[in-house]
């Protein structure tokens, strides 16, 4: 059995781990780090340590947040979508600094960023 690196929970909810396949599993914010638990192996977990992370991205569609993105220092990314992501990341902001929390860019946004650096690829040669 995993054994938990926080001796505080603050919040546990349903959550989904979007890395590949869709992995389900039980998200726990606590006093010492971010943890991830499978439902069905709970040998598969993910453990962030709040000093670990660089920062969270969430993805906002219109009022609703679809999913976020945990950033790490060393180990890249982690895709989440938890029941209430709203209340998952209120919980994260007790841990993590505000201007470390980000908005992701839009689909619009990324082409646009996309055509701007087609466009302007000559010119710097």
Known sequence: MAQSQNSTVELTI??????????YGDVMVGNRAF?????????DFIQIPWDEIDRIEAEVIGRKIARFAI?????????FSTRDNAATLRALRAHVPEK?????????DVVRLGLHRL?????RA
């Open 14 to 23: 349903k959550a989904t781990l979007l890395q590949g396949l869709a992995t």
């Open 35 to 43: 943890e991830f638990y499978n439902e069905r192996n709970p040998e």
């Open 71 to 79: 950033f790490t220092k060393e180990d890249g990314h982690f895709s």
């Open 100 to 108: 470390r929390m980000l908005r992701s860019l839009g689909f619009f």
């Open 119 to 123: 466009l302007h690829r000559g010119r």
